[in-house]
């Protein structure tokens, strides 16, 4: 008799790409178990920007949502314009220090670039391009690569394994270890099948952020 195997854990290197708005919590919260899967699997990672005021120009918002998505280009912006001087290693932990101090010290959006900066030891007037549109199309690329991937009727994070995107996966708290391992494995799995498109559920619960960022 034939045995048929059951093992289901890829084991091939896969490539990912993350993008993310450094004002979304849920990205936030998928960023930290991307970082914990970088530790328990073989995954190489790039780190893309992509933007929620972008995502949402000319739709027809409520006016507080209306007023986070104007201040939103600030700290998405820095992140393009950090990158463009500094190289692509700095995107992420950028993103890093600007999260932690947005969603986990709740500071507002200029402080929490000014203080991440200083932590980066980047230049303080880099913070001048949350203000300007000079890296915009820049931006705007980067975000439209997730969107030509995964579809405009989502938001962030996105997340492409080997090239096939998906919005999410939206997690809370963020898995560590070997069960941020699993999950991803699950990723890897349904990125591989063909003519697979959504799994989703309601979310019953709000960002759980760990202490330590």
């Not at 918002?61 to 500094?86: D, F, I, Q, S, T």
């Not at 947005?102 to 007037?125: M, N, R, S, V, W």
Request: glycine content about 8%; charged content about 25%; overall charge negative.
């Amino acid at each position: 008799m034939t045995r048929v195997s059951t093992e289901t854990t890829p084991t091939a290197r896969a490539s990912a790409e993350f993008w993310f708005d450094p004002l979304c919590p849920w990205a936030w919260m998928t960023s930290r178990w991307m970082g914990e899967v970088e530790k328990v699997r073989d995954v190489d990672v790039t780190w893309s920007v992509m933007s929620l005021s972008v995502l949402n120009e000319g739709r027809d918002l409520p006016e507080e949502y209306r007023a986070l998505m104007e201040k939103g280009w600030g700290p998405v912006r820095v992140v393009v314009a950090a990158r463009a001087a500094h190289g692509d290693d700095v995107v992420k932990p950028l993103y890093d220090a600007i999260g932690t101090r947005i969603h986990h010290e709740e500071q507002d959006y200029d402080t929490a670039i000014a203080g991440a900066l200083e932590e980066l030891g980047l230049p303080a007037d880099l913070a001048g391009a949350a203000t300007s549109d000079a890296h915009d199309a820049e931006l705007r690329a980067s975000h439209q690569r997730a969107i030509d991937l995964v579809g405009d009727d989502v938001g962030t994070p996105v997340v492409a394994v080997d090239g096939v995107a998906f919005f999410g996966p939206v997690v809370t708290p963020a898995p560590k270890g070997e069960a941020a391992g699993l999950l991803w494995d699950g990723c890897v799995l349904v990125a591989r099948t063909p003519g697979f498109y959504e799994l989703k559920r309601s979310r019953t619960q709000g960002p759980i952020f760990d202490t330590e960022g």
